[in-house]
């Protein structure tokens, strides 16, 4: 028989290389993996045969992620860099994928026809697409695609036991197991255990005249017929699976993932989190949920019936957290580290074929002579015309996911900051990047510079990361406290990590860097702004690694292009025939088992409309809960929500349009309200969750109470607001708010100030540091320093003074010891203190104890983190004594002190008062520091209120501070013998410098409060300036 | 491997020895060395020379404080010639010789002195900066060093010169251990100083030190302010007198003062000042009612400031309070400034309503053209008598049993 090319196989092909071929490139780069792919290919590039990686966290072992897809991209960058290597490999895995499909149809349906109409739809599947352009999950499209092209190689050697195609079967695999480890797996599970089942029913149908005649008796003798194969396969397949990657498996053992479940959209409750529902299954899906009852029909026919089993558990476990069974079936831990959409990809990939046959037997087969018949010929067209109008809006619903709601920032040009890297060695100190989304994958590819961050959390090793369910400290906002938390550790004691710069790519993160005691360097010409931690050391050149065998890295480096080689000698010949029909070959065995399109089920006919019509009613439900919910102006809540939404996320116009027109208020003189107002509130909060209680509900009014919170960078913030509604029109609308009306008497102010400028290198020389232009370290007194325990939380309190005529830029690092003198817990100060000091000046500082900062983390770290709120930490050995280093650098920025207070009325409970904004900058946030004192005015305590809102120049912002609570405070130390500054003894400095001190001098000025702890009371002001003139 | 031939060449010399140790006992000084000489200045050609029976060539093993090497010697006219190499040449110091040969080796040191030509001066100087009264000082380090960088010798006299103000000083020093040294103290005056050095005529660059002014002394501050109303809006400057140390320097610019405000009541408010030329200066908003204020300005543990007093008078005696629509409307004002004048805005005025001695809410708002409207909104407070009181500018206003409808 001549046999001629699949004409459905080729124009899969052509379409699927022009299709995604061209897609790719503007999609690839803004997905979620392919740029950690890149990373990784970067890596194998540099060093092939190893492992160490030191750009990410503190160093990690890429043996913690199978070779093959990034050697690949490795190799090909040689040829034209990496970008060419990552599109060159996706494009083979486009083609992979076409033709995987096409071959594991043909194994299904033995029938060349239907599986060509199985690759032409895959060209276009949602699974397939969600998984390329979005996600862009490279080794898992090739470990699948290599899987499908095994699975026929496995089904001959089952039933043929010829051992070439054992061979080939296996060497296929192999390429699985070094492009992915989690689809082999799971794959021998799910595809390869159901194909086994086939087989059986093949050979046992062999022996028997009909289907029906299949007993489980036939099938058992099958069985133990085939036992031989099927465990020779099996056992094959197993040392495959480990011996290709055994260094993975012993990396795998030796460092277990110990860390806290980072939570993934596929757990969630795809009903209440309709978002993560919308992206892990009804994308994947897609136009196969229509089809579902088609599908597990066919796949429940007795041939098929473990493709069935298999294909039920796939599609359970892909829902989720939406039913309890995923958890139940895998167990609590599996089900936190498994990201579960795979599972819905497998399923949707094991229905290609049975879609093909859909496909084919609605377009030419007996379902459309059925239909015809039944509703004829207009309807038939209607039905189809409804199934390809809805697969091509599945397709470009998919392909434009990201262009509407964009998963990663907007490109951001790489180049200014590798020179800036590159510059006056600023690569020898760690870097953070934050707002970068997956894009910081790339530029750790194209610098030499080390971050402490990452973008491979199963790789990470620091306990501050493994122990906070978050990904990556770049996008710590999005995970809201525990993310803010986790990154505030690492701003605060940059030291340990050699952490000196960070390029921020979100103003959000501001205000946690400046009181963290970071300052601004300079905006890089891509708008990207740099800040810098002064007194932070350079990285040792000699970082430590975790060496493994030198065998293990040679395998590592080899084995798996030696499998590519391999499965290419042994397959292509095959590829070669059926490429170019050199010669005539035998139909393969499996085209015995031939399915009969002649007589369509009117049952399942009937059920696909039912499923069809409930499936459709589902979703318009759903459309019209959505409206409901989304329609700003039906409802009271309905108006205050959107509102509110709208000022999250800055859209000033449509939180414009919710105003009442009544009032009359233009969008200009809305906006220039908007401009007026900043502040931590206004300018650096996030919308956590709002609850409206509608207290007074008229047909045409309401009044609501709306609790919002609000996440900032520096705490956490509720507030209650009271706000009114009207309806006009039929329409609800708010009402607006008042404006402060405060007037500075003049138009015109003039202002006189000292500013600081540091050369740097006078001389423009590479030397390391030229030392006529290293500047002396300001010299700093600590005034009085004192261990205290509060409510069982221990600090370090105590007032600074610069002594020296330059402004310092002030770094305070306190450790504790017990008795025995054994150090128990190191930490910096945070924002109990002005980190700048103008000469002279003082600060009140605080140095918390946090959980990082014990030398035992497991134990202390709490288990949500509030920035604000402090866990006390138990442990057996008491703080009793203190070591306190300060250091000095010269600093010029962030020296802004012209805020005043102006006026104060205390209370017994709270203080109010008034800020005064005397300068020429406007204050974002204001910050007050409050010392505690006793009736004798000893220092007790140190504690901290942000201003909400920010003070423009020459206004006032009033202010409400509450007073602690009664508290159990314990001086446990107040020895000052310990106290270093810039390396020497604190008080040899004070003895030279100020030998005459008058001590306690402004006691005499200390607020007086009524408590019954505390005596006095100080405030003392530091500014943080958000837009610097 | 070299260890190895070694040990093997001294095991056989050993063994060898023990046969023929009754001949060898005048074949000792088979090389002598013909070179008298053992001083030499650095970088020079030095050869040593050694006279050789045997026609044998054994290596010169010799080494310096830099490291160590072999030289292989060269015959000429039936002499050894050992060329020392250039690197150990020219670095100053002692070379200890050893001659390989197998029997009993002779050996001998060499002393290379520095060229007395000075080349480059390497000089350090530290902290660049001091305070100025006497008893800080700097300290100048200068290495004068030859055209291969070799310290010149012992006792090498180098000129430390230094600049300031009017003062121009030179004083001799001398080489000791290498180096040659100088404290520079401070004088009384701050200002700039400008160090510099020479020897055997060679002069290093200039070099800069600050001295800055010492911890300030007392000083008196001073107010200005348009007029003594407390209008709320106006702003009253304090300014220091010069501030200067004890020998009467102006302190560095930038110095931080503090300037607390005692009020009437008791409670202390603050603003501050840097200071530019001496003189800080702070700004404070006036008071929006009468006020009387101590001032006082401190540099924290170091010098204060008198005391200043200043009064505020009230520029509103009275205003009015307006209900309209059901009482819901309360409109207050024209608050009125000193001349009549409608205040400017932004004045606090703060509504409470309470009901039964108990505080429902407190609403603070700021004057607009002279007056604030306060809504008592229907749905927050309903239809009963409360009591209303009204503050402003220090006043008060309460209306009892005021009824909402």
């Known amino acids: 028989m001549k046999e001629s090319s699949n004409k459905y196989l080729i124009t899969a092909l052509l379409l699927g290389l022009a299709f995604h071929g061209t897609s790719i490139f503007f999609t690839l780069e803004t997905t979620y993996d392919a740029l950690i792919h890149l990373f990784f290919a970067d890596h194998y590039s540099n060093s092939w045969f190893e492992p160490w990686n030191y750009k990410w966290y503190t160093g990690f072992t890429v043996m913690s992620y199978p070779p093959l897809v990034h050697q690949s991209i490795a190799l090909l960058s040689l040829i034209g860099g990496l970008k060419f290597g990552l599109f060159a490999v996706a494009l083979i895995s486009i083609v992979l994928f076409i033709t995987g499909v096409y071959r594991f149809s043909l194994l299904i349906t033995s029938n060349r026809t239907v599986a060509g109409y199985a690759a032409v739809l895959a060209v276009f599947s949602s699974s397939f697409l969600e998984t390329l352009h979005i996600f862009g999950q490279l080794p898992s499209i090739i470990g699948i695609s290599v899987l499908m092209h095994a699975l026929p190689e496995i089904y001959l050697w089952l039933k043929t036991g ?151 558990i796939l599609t359970v476990l892909g829902t989720g957290g939406t039913t309890p069974i995923p958890r139940m079936v895998l167990g609590e831990t599996a089900f936190n580290i498994l990201t579960l959409d795979r599972f819905t990809l497998w399923a949707s990939v094991m229905s290609l074929p049975i879609l093909g046959e859909f496909a084919f037997r609605l377009v030419h087969g007996d379902l459309k002579v059925l239909i015809q018949n039944k509703f004829g010929a207009v309807y038939h067209r209607i039905i189809g015309g409804i199934l390809a109008a809805l697969f091509v809006f599945m397709t470009i619903f998919t392909m434009s996911l990201s262009y509407f709601r964009p998963s990663q920032p907007q490109k951001i040009k790489m180049v200014p900051i590798v020179n800036f890297l590159n ?21 750790s590819a194209q610098t030499n510079a080390l971050t402490v961050d990452g973008n491979y959390h199963s790789a990470r090793r620091l306990p501050e990361l493994t122990t906070r369910p978050i990904e990556r400290l770049e996008n710590s906002k999005f995970k809201g406290v525990a993310g803010i938390g986790s990154l505030q550790q690492f701003l605060t004691t940059p030291e340990k990590y050699n952490l000196k710069y960070i390029f921020s790519n979100d103003k959000f993160y501001d205000p946690i860097l400046y009181f963290c005691g970071w300052q601004r360097l300079r905006q890089l010409e891509n708008g990207i702004m740099v800040w810098e931690r002064l007194n932070v050391p350079p990285l040792s050149s000699i970082l430590p690694k975790d060496d493994v065998a030198k065998w293990l890295k040679v395998l590592w480096g080899t084995i798996p292009f030696l499998t590519i080689l391999i499965a290419f000698i042994l397959n292509v010949q095959m ?32 059920t696909t409309h039912f499923w069809s019509i409930l499936v459709a009613g589902i979703m318009v439900y759903g459309i019209y809960l959505f409206y409901i919910k989304n329609d700003s102006h039906r409802s009271p809540e309905n108006a205050i929500m959107a509102y509110y939404d709208a000022l999250d996320f800055k859209q000033f116009e449509k939180a414009h349009k919710l105003i009442n027109p009544e009032s009359k208020i233009s969008i200009a003189q809305y906006m220039l309200e908007i401009s007026v107002t900043d502040g931590l509130l206004s300018s650096y909060a996030k919308l956590d969750a709002i609850y409206t209680d509608i207290t007074n ?79 002396k370290q300001p010299v700093l007194e600590v005034l009085s320093s004192k261990l205290v325990k509060y409510n069982n939380h221990y600090a370090i309190i105590g007032e600074i003074q610069n002594i020296d005529n330059v402004p310092a830029d002030v770094v305070l690092k306190g450790t504790l010891y017990n008795d025995a003198n054994k150090l128990l817990a190191t930490y910096n100060a945070k924002y109990h203190v002005k980190h700048k000091l103008m000469p002279k000046e003082t600060s009140s500082f605080k140095i918390n104890f946090e959980g990082v900062a014990w030398s035992k983390t497991e134990d202390s770290i709490p288990k949500t983190f509030n920035p604000d709120e402090f866990t006390p930490v138990e442990f057996e050995e008491q703080p009793t004594k203190f070591n306190l280093q300060v250091d000095g650098n010269v600093s010029g920025s962030d020296l802004y002190k012209n805020i005043v207070v102006s006026d104060i009325d205390i209370k017994n409970e709270s203080i109010n008062g008034n800020l005064f904004n005397s300068g020429l900058e406007e204050i974002t946030i204001p910050q007050l520091l409050v010392t505690y004192y006793n009736e004798d005015k000893t220092m007790l305590w140190v504690d901290h209120l942000f201003i909400k809102e920010g003070v423009r120049q020459q206004r006032k912002q009033d202010f409400e501070y509450e007073i602690l609570k009664n508290g159990e405070l314990n001086i446990i130390n107040s020895d000052m013998k310990n106290i270093f500054v810039n390396g020497l003894p604190n008080e040899d400095i004070s003895n030279k410098i100020v030998p005459n001190r008058i001590e306690n001098h402004t006691n005499s000025e200390l607020q007086k409060i009524n408590h019954p702890d505390f005596g006095f009371i100080k405030f003392e002001t530091n500014t943080y300036i958000g837009n610097p003139n | 491997m070299i260890n190895k031939y070694t040990y093997i060449l001294l095991l056989t010399s050993v063994l060898l020895s023990s046969f023929t140790s009754g001949q060898n006992q005048n074949s000792t000084s088979d090389f002598e060395l013909l070179t008298t000489k053992t001083q030499f200045e650095a970088g020079s050609h030095i050869v040593l020379k050694f006279t050789d029976s045997d026609a044998e060539k054994p290596l010169l093993y010799c080494s310096n404080s830099f490291g160590s090497t072999v030289v292989v010697p060269s015959m000429e006219n039936n002499k050894l010639h050992y060329k020392i190499p250039a690197s150990i040449a020219s670095k100053k110091g002692m070379v200890n010789w050893k001659l390989l040969n197998n029997e009993a080796s002779i050996s001998g040191q060499l002393k290379i002195v520095s060229k007395q030509e000075v080349a480059t001066m390497e000089t350090y100087i530290g902290p660049p900066s001091i305070e100025a009264g006497g008893t800080d000082y700097t300290m100048l ?65 200039e070099f800069t030190i600050n001295v800055t002014a010492a911890i300030p002394t007392d000083f008196t501050i001073s107010a200005k302010r348009p007029h003594d109303y407390a209008d709320g809006n106006q702003i009253t400057t304090f300014t220091t007198s010069i501030i200067k140390d004890k020998l009467e320097n102006v302190v560095s610019d930038g110095t931080f003062v503090n300037f607390f405000i005692t009020n009437k009541k008791g409670n202390i408010l603050r603003t501050s000042g840097t200071t530019i030329s001496g003189v800080a200066t702070a700004r404070m908003i006036h008071p929006d009612y009468e006020e009387d204020w101590s001032v006082k300005a401190y540099v924290d543990g170091m010098a204060e400031s008198n005391v200043l007093s200043l009064t505020y008078k009230q520029v509103i ?12 409307d309360v409109t207050v004002g024209p608050l009125q400034s000193f001349m009549n004048q409608m205040i400017p805005d932004g004045l606090q005025v703060k509504l409470t309503i309470s009901k039964d001695n108990l505080q429902l809410e407190t609403y603070s708002k700021t004057s607009y053209n002279g007056y604030v409207q306060f809504i008592l909104k229907s749905d927050i407070f309903i239809n009963d008598s409360y009591k209303i009181s009204i503050k402003t500018a220090g006043l008060e206003k309460t209306f009892e049993n005021t009824k909402l409808w």
């Open chain 1, 697 to 775: 509900h008229s047909d045409s009014t309401a009044s609501a109470k709306v609790i919002t919170n609000w996440i900032t960078p520096l705490e956490k913030i509720e507030k209650t607001e009271f706000k009114r509604a009207v309806k006009q029109n039929g329409k609800w609308y708010l009402e607006p708010d008042e404006l402060k009306n405060d007037l500075p008497p003049d138009q015109l102010y003039a202002d006189n100030s000292t500013s600081y400028f540091n050369q740097g290198r006078r001389r423009i020389t590479t030397e390391q540091t030229h030392h006529e232009d290293v500047l």
């Open chain 1, 575 to 606: 590829l070669l025939v059926n490429a170019l029909k050199t010669r005539i070959k035998k139909a393969p065995v499996y085209f015995n088992f031939k399915n009969d399109y002649s007589k369509f089920s009117r049952g399942l006919l009937r």
């Open chain 1, 162 to 312: 010829k051992y070439w195609y054992l061979a080939t079967s296996l060497s296929l695999i192999a390429v699985t197991v070094t492009s992915h480890h989690v689809t082999p797996i799971f794959g021998m599970v799910f595809f390869i255990f159901p194909l086994i089942g086939m087989v059986i029913m093949d050979v046992s149908r062999e022996q028997v005249n009909s289907m029906k005649e299949v007993t489980f008796r036939v099938f058992l003798n099958s069985f133990f017929k085939l036992f031989k194969r099927i465990i020779s396969f099996g056992m094959l397949s197993l040392v495959i699976i480990i011996g290709c990657i055994l260094p993975y498996w012993i990396n795998s053992k030796n460092n277990p993932i110990t860390q806290v479940p980072i939570p993934h959209g596929s757990r969630d409750n795809f009903l209440e989190i309709t978002s993560s529902g919308l992206v892990f299954f009804l994308i994947p899906w897609g136009v196969l949920l229509i089809l579902l009852p088609y599908i597990f029909y066919r796949y429940y026919s007795k041939r098929y019936i473990f493709f069935g089993l298999s294909i039920t």
């Open chain 1, 423 to 443: 510059q006056d060695d600023h690569d020898k100190w760690r870097f953070l990047t934050l707002g970068f989304g997956d894009q910081m994958a790339w530029l």
């Open chain 2, 141 to 205: 380090v200068v290495i004068p060093t030859d055209s291969l960088d070799n310290p010149l010798a012992e006792n090498t006299l180098v000129n430390a010169k230094h600049q300031f103000l009017s003062n121009q000083k030179n004083e001799d020093i001398f080489t000791k251990n290498l180096i040659a040294f100088k404290n520079i103290y401070s004088q009384l005056e701050s200002g700039r100083m400008l160090v510099s050095s020479e020897s055997l005529n060679t002069n290093s660059k």
């Open chain 2, 317 to 328: 005696d009275d205003f009015e309070v307006r209900f309209s629509q059901n009482n819901r």
